[in-house]
């Protein structure tokens, strides 16, 4: 499981992009942070091959972050229990990372298979 955010544990930097112009001032292979689902931008990282985690809100737009090759989609800790058994049933590669207040709720999130937290 991977962990973002938490103050003991380091990950990799993103850099928080919401546009094209944007992402050109990170630097090469960076992580990029979509906060708001945008189909254009997606389609723009996955036409480029960009390593992208964006936020998504429902299932729908999980199932097009999976097809728009998203790294990580990060999204609200209860669609993350409702998106695990569509994620492990079509095989995602886009890792579902389930957004998170504690570290009580490790383990909870991890019962349902996610593929890591975000702290928030």
Not at 30 to 50: G, R, T, W
Request: hydrophobic content about 45%; glycine content about 2%; charged content about 30%.
């Amino acid at each position: 499981m991977k962990i973002f955010g938490h103050k003991d544990i380091d990950h990799e930097q993103l850099y928080k992009v919401s546009s094209a112009n944007e992402i050109f001032k990170t630097p090469n292979n960076s992580l990029l942070k979509i906060e708001s689902f945008d189909i254009d931008l997606l389609k723009y990282c996955q036409a480029n091959n960009l390593r992208y985690m964006v936020r998504v809100t429902d299932i729908k737009e999980a199932v097009f972050a999976n097809n728009f090759k998203a790294t990580y989609m990060r999204v609200p800790k209860k669609l993350a229990k409702e998106l695990m058994p569509i994620a492990q049933n079509y095989l995602f590669d886009t890792q579902v990372i389930a957004i998170i207040d504690a570290e009580k709720e490790i383990a909870e999130m991890a019962k349902t298979g996610v593929d890591g937290v975000w702290f928030r």
